[in-house]
């Protein structure tokens, strides 16, 4: 057994507290080997991609240690088809927001060592199959993004901050009790009480738990995910903490830890509790194309670029849930490859928005306007980044929505009709903005002196920028991964 | 119907663009004019050499054996869904392949002379070549989704193109409005896709077709069909600018002549028709379907044509007049007339090109003109500041007759023969299908050819004719185009006279030429037809007899000439042209103002839709669910919890009771247990 999955999630953690030894006035020091630490977890964790056996349903890389064996709890780790790409996707952005941080001056070395135990929290919730250290990694992720929002955000970022703190606190409570209830309630024999969550799919499928508990449990769950995913109407703490948080901030706010709660749903709310899904599924199915439509609608009249974006999120994630709960292959697969899209476009999307912020202090859509003039490679990414985001065929976003809708339709047409039209109203807001933004002539003359893109920033866009169009172009290098593993899911 | 002959060299008539893109686009971006310009036009000359090459490979195959995919990658793969980035190469991807080449290739020479000295001339030809590259997937896309990407790809070129000058906000508003109105078809392709992939599991044309004759043959008009037509048509009612999503079309004028000429008339927007034609057995299966597709046809050629009659923006009377032609390109479709609706297609993107290249060259003129004087108010594209062009444009003047000729529908020209099949169609339709729809398609049709000749020979009058009306002086600076541009006019001037020659009805006693177009086509619509003759239980399918076709040919001559002689009369005679208000008088203002269409749906969408958003965000989402729910929670828990605090008391031995109360408690608990 190798510690390879162990050293992804701690690598972080080691580099934080190197963090410590470096003094607070080496700013680019710190800024140097918090963006080394990252690439190397990035490393560390590409050979994943080429190693993991997609044809194996198999959770692999597995890690199993004892850790507190009177009460059942084990430190296993392992990565399945699922969170292969999650995993990926978190390493990939970690290097990306440490370009993106190049504004923050304040406590330099509180900032990256936030940032990078942001990083363990976020890739030990997705390789945990320990439901007790998947709910520590859960809680711990909560603490850093907390004092990135507070120390590093906008003006309103107390407030923005313990909102974001205390809803997702009340949901991860919910999911607390569910747990214990699990642990206190299933009696494996030779086992006897445990958290180990194959263990507990392995005896659940043959003993499936009693109805009741299974409604009350995918509930407990499914609110703590649908906090954090955010679904309508569990949503409004998004865009106080988008639009209060640092650019970087956000982009692993939107890039991964929204994916959390898809994840969840995905690894233990809908798998662990089916009767439970077969009961709720008009609902989430209900709510997740209220979400598409309404976080649509309410981005059309944002006067906030970043309020925007927020609740273009909301919109986005309600297709993923929607292929979720679609629950046919297609909508699946769908809904997987559009949390890696979301994270990579709306990342994409934010640190855009963070380019003009830096340069003017302002996220106000009516203080801009004409700046394709002055910066027209800008204009260009922005423009392709909103594209994939609109879901223009060719590039990432087409390829997820088109999935998860015909995937929909399948189980639940009329579902799949009315999220169709979320793409109308996506072009809407979005190019109403870029129209407002980009072109006309330059009348505010704050702005006539923006430089374009500057080499950091190119740096943290390009890469997203290439797999925005390798998965439009080619997704099958992604889907490969794990269309076993969805067909293993959908059993 | 696979079959071992190779054509996997189709996939450079794509890549000869693509690289274009990437040349103009990044590498070669600060290279002259003359590089970039004659650079992106080879590109486009190497495609249309490729689909040459395909087109006659194909026409050596045995008839029925003329359909051939080429796959090129696995794009999609998830469930039951398996999509293939491959091509289609059949008679009608060929049809389209060599108008779309050949028209753009024309089009890129003329750009290099239109848009000479402009600051993005190197942008401007990386997004015409991207066009090109997205508008050949659209015709050559083996499956829906293909055809989609394509569909979209043009779209957003012809959004970049309309704003192509983003400094004018209403050029960059025309571009998005161009866009959502676009998406709302969009989004009727998405649900006919999805529903096809429902019942027939599969989206590739060659699979999908026979196995929705198999599905739906016996049962033609389910509800299921009817709605993915319909469906359908709203795609098409967005791209080729129907009733109801015509809107956007009008207002796309505000890009680059160039544009207009190639996207928003020859190419782009006949996407609607081409997919249309391409899914023909889907929609033979549903009458409900076909006669939706005729009406909206039918009423787009006569509504449009009428706001023609009383527009003063030469662009915008092109414009309209496209818009109207479109609308009979589908209303042959709907009638059951494929070949005739993608021959109009191939005569009009001849013609209409043309005219629209023309007219660029009379703005190029006017503008010049006004430059000479120092007059930068006076609207260059208006007809109220023309006249009189004839004597100084002697060439451009030529070729916009020829052009007028043609889309007028007289005898001998193209236009007159692709128009006159539609026609005789819609009659036989009616007659002999006892169609009631075709009936009205016909009427309609025949009187809005009338009207056609009437606007067109206005604008001739009106622009050519009569007394220069534009500032004292500027007359001196009126001369003719550079070369460039005025070569590919002569070369479409000669396509427009010939190209009807493709498809000549058989008019005893004259000569008995074949019609080449619709034998070459025959083997795609055949399938259709045999469902179409099923349908209104015919054993093969219906002619005209030798003296219905004389009177219907009769009859659309003599309603072009008295249209032509009508515009005449009121703008030669009457002179009409001198009232600079002509548009402000009774109906005439309602169709001057397009029927207050925009207006109208500014009040009944667009204004409702953002109030709605409004009213979401600011009393919904921050007032109730915010304000109410999750504030009003955490207000209602800190009113509990006030009381509470009292425990806090900070005094370590009071802790300490609660903490020895909380041992024993569960202590407790578990002694009873």
Redesign the interface.
Known sequence: MSLWLTAIVFIPTLGALLLLVFPETQGKLIRTVTFIVMALDFAISLPLFFLFDASSPNFQFMEVYEWVPSLGIKYILGVDGISLLLVLLTTFLGPIVVLGSTSIKKSLRGYFGAMLILQTGMLGTFLSLDLFLFYIFWEVMLIPMYFLIGVWGGVERIYAAV?FF??TMVGSLLMLVGIIWIYFNITIPDVGHTFDYLALMEHTRNMPLPVTAQLWLFAAFALAFAIKVPMF?FH??LPDAHVQAPTAGSVILAGVLLKMGTYGYVRFAMPMFPEGVDYFRPLMLTLAVIGII?GA??S???VDMKKLVAYSSVSHLGFVMLGLFAL???GV??AMIQMINHGLSTGALFLLVGVVYDRRHTRMIAEYG?I??IMPWYAAVFMLVM?SSVG???LNG??GE??I???T??TA?LA??LG??G??LA??YL??MY?RV????ITNPANKSMPDLKIAEWASLLPLIVFIIWIGV???TF??KM?VA?EHFLK | MEHTVSMSYAVWIVLFPLIGVLLWGLVLRKMPEKVVGFGASLMILLSFGVAVALTMKLASLDPHHRVVEVEI?????????NLDFAFLIDPLSCVMMLVVTGISFLIHVYSIGYMHGDSRFSLFFTYLNLFVFFMLILVLGNNM?IL??GW??VG?CS?LLI?FW????NK??AG?KA??VN??G??GM??A???L??YLGTLQFTEMHPAAAKLWGHNIGALSITVITLSLLLGATGKSAQIPLFVWLPDAMAGPTPVSALIHAATMVTAGVYMIARNATLFALSPVGMSAVALIGATTAIFAATIGLKQMDIKKVLAYSTVSQLGYMVMACGVGAFTAGVFHLMTHAFFKALLFLASGAVIHTMHGALHHVHDHHTDPQDMRNMGGLGKHIKLTYAVFLVATLAIAGIPGLSGFFSKDEILAHAYLSAVHEHNPVGLIAWALGLMAAGITAFYMFRLVFLTFHGRYKGPEGSEKALHESPAVMMIPLVVLAFLSLVGGYVGVPHLPPLPHIPHYLGDWLAPVFHHAHEILNEVHGLHHTPHLSTVEEWVLVCASVVVALLGIFGAYVVYMVMRAEAKPNESQEGFGKTLFNKYYVDEIYHAVVIRP??G???L??KYF?AGF??GG??LGT?KTVRWFGAPLRRLQTGIVANYAFWLAAGVFAVLIVFLIH
């Open positions: 909102k205390i809803y109407p409004t703490w309404y609608m309410v059309i009249v944002q046919t292959p297609e697969t769908g004409g394709a003039k594209l223009v065929p060719g087409f390829v088109f999935m809708l015909i995937g339709y399948e047409p799949a009709v169709a039209s793409v109308i072009a809407v190019l109403w129209r980009f072109f006309g002539e080619y997704p099958n889907l490969s269309t969805i | 990658f696995r794009w999609i793969t998830a469930g039951g869904l989704p989609f990407i979209e790809g957003l959004y704003g983003w400094e004018d906000q960059a508003e998005m866009f959502v998406r709302i969009d989004f998405l649900i896709m999805f529903m992939f429902h839709l953002i709605l958003c409004r979401a965000w989402d669910i915010d729910l999750v955490a």
